[in-house]
């Protein structure tokens, strides 16, 4: 097969001001920072959908991008994986993430999709062992087929439960054989479209069965990676079950699974549900159920899921900050759940949209970094709280005194607190001065 990039030496650290833009200006994986190396921190990976299946649509107009791959059977899928692999060897990352149905068409029953998905399975098996490219996720796309209109564990129809489970159970199967070190369910279809024809109840009450049935069978196969959650608030459906981090949190109390599921959180979701990206990662951090992040980035003006290549390497600071301040990465790691624009029609276009998102990354990465090694901002939150530090503090957090206790010591103790400043303006002049 001949190469699909004209670009063929892997992309090269080059540094700051170089004019090439197939290579990295800032991106330097051996580089360390606080003790580790820049790509152990930010563990990128390259996603399957966005840069070899979207043809390039939009609601107004079709497909723009032209890729020989594009012709809907096996063929065009063993293709599509060689060229996947040659773009993760370019790049250099150290992972991808796949649909089920990203890298092998539907057949005509669920067994003949299954075997087409097992077959390129087996491709990426082999060109692994060449590769330093590992899986960072797999999951199953349980959205784009007409039987998930309605939803796929949340559906009306038990047989449609049924069809999606069994498509998970091939997509958990083939991740574990992959070694993958996570499992992502995104609830593309589980929410509704009006109320008039949703029993809410019912549909929770499926959603949390589905979820114990995949951690069941994570078990029961001995795979050893982390489950995952990605919550969307809106988009396809108008109200979407997983909406963010907290509203997860809630569903899997209630289906007894906190400490079993975490979450995947997407700067773009974020945003649509009208929270910061780093406001995500704190709960998620704050509820001990931070997992892995979609890395991209939405146009503030559009109210679209618009997955742009992030390019703000300030915001991209803060989000680490809090991500390193938390402890940093385990199984997940940054996925590129990006695209490129529908007029960026060159092969290189991709190489270069990952180039620049790796830069924003390590550069972000620098940044929060400096926040902690200053460590004026962990400092001032750390000293903001000291107060907890006291017995007499400790001892209401922990259930010693009840409310008669603490009034009774209020009194005898003529505590009247004195309001403090909480600085946020000099706060934000330090982020300046350092980012
Ligand atoms: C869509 C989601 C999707 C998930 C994986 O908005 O981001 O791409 O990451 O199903
Ligand atoms: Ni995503
Ligand atoms: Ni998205």
């Avoid at 050893?224 to 990605?230: A, D, H, N, Q």
């Avoid at 981090?245 to 979701?269: F, M, P, W």
């Avoid at 006291?390 to 009774?408: H, K, V, W, Y």
Wanted: aromatic share 10%; glycine share 10%; proline share 5%.
């Amino acid at each position: 097969m001949p190469p699909f990039f004209a670009q063929t030496d892997p992309i090269a650290f080059e540094g700051k001001g170089s004019a090439n833009p197939l290579a990295y200006q800032v991106y330097e994986p051996d580089r360390i920072v606080m003790g580790k190396r820049m790509e152990d921190h930010l563990r990128a990976a390259v996603c399957y959908w966005h840069n070899f299946c979207w043809p390039g649509l939009d609601p107004f107009g079709g497909q723009t991008f032209e890729r020989p791959w594009f012709t809907d059977d096996m063929a065009g899928a063993r293709l599509k994986a060689d060229v996947a692999f040659e773009m993760f060897d370019l790049l250099g990352l150290p992972y991808f993430c796949f649909h089920d149905r990203d890298i092998a068409p539907e057949g005509t029953t669920l067994a003949e999709s299954n075997r087409n998905v097992r077959e390129i399975g087996e491709i990426f098996a082999r060109r692994m062992e060449a590769s330093k490219t590992r899986l960072l996720w797999g999951t199953a796309s349980l959205f784009s087929h007409r039987r998930y209109m309605a939803g796929a564990a949340t559906n009306p129809d038990p047989d449609v439960f049924a069809y999606a489970a069994a498509q998970v159970k091939n997509a958990m199967d083939l991740t574990h054989e992959l070694g993958g070190e996570n499992y992502v369910l995104w609830g593309g279809r589980e929410g509704y479209e009006t109320l008039l024809n949703t029993n809410m109840q019912q549909e929770l009450d499926q959603m949390g069965r589905f979820l114990n049935l995949v951690v069941e069978h994570k078990h029961k196969i001995g795979f050893k990676g982390t489950i995952l959650i990605e919550p969307k608030p809106q988009e396809p459906s108008k109200h979407q079950y997983d909406f963010d981090v907290a509203t997860v949190y809630s569903l899997l109390c209630r289906a007894g699974l906190q400490d079993e599921v975490k979450v995947n959180i997407e700067v773009g979701h974020a945003v649509l549900a009208g929270h910061s990206f780093e406001h995500e990662i704190e709960t998620a951090m704050a509820l001990g159920i931070f997992g892995s992040c979609d890395i991209n980035r939405n146009d503030y003006q559009s109210g679209w899921d618009t997955d742009q290549f992030p390019n703000n390497a300030p915001e991209v600071a803060i989000a680490l900050y809090h991500i390193l301040k938390g402890g940093g990465f385990t199984t997940g790691g940054c996925n590129f759940d990006a695209k490129l624009r529908r007029q960026s029609l060159d092969p290189e276009d991709l190489l270069i949209a990952h180039i620049g998102g790796m830069d924003t990354l390590a550069e972000g990465l620098l940044g929060a970094a400096a926040l902690l090694e200053d460590g004026t901002l962990p400092g001032f939150v750390e000293d903001r709280y000291a107060g907890w530090r006291f017995p007499t503090a400790q001892r209401m957090l922990n259930g010693e005194m009840s409310l008669d206790d603490i009034a009774a010591r209020v009194e005898a103790e003529g505590i009247n607190p004195a309001p403090r400043s909480g600085k946020q303006e000099y706060l934000e002049t330090v982020i300046n001065r350092l980012l």
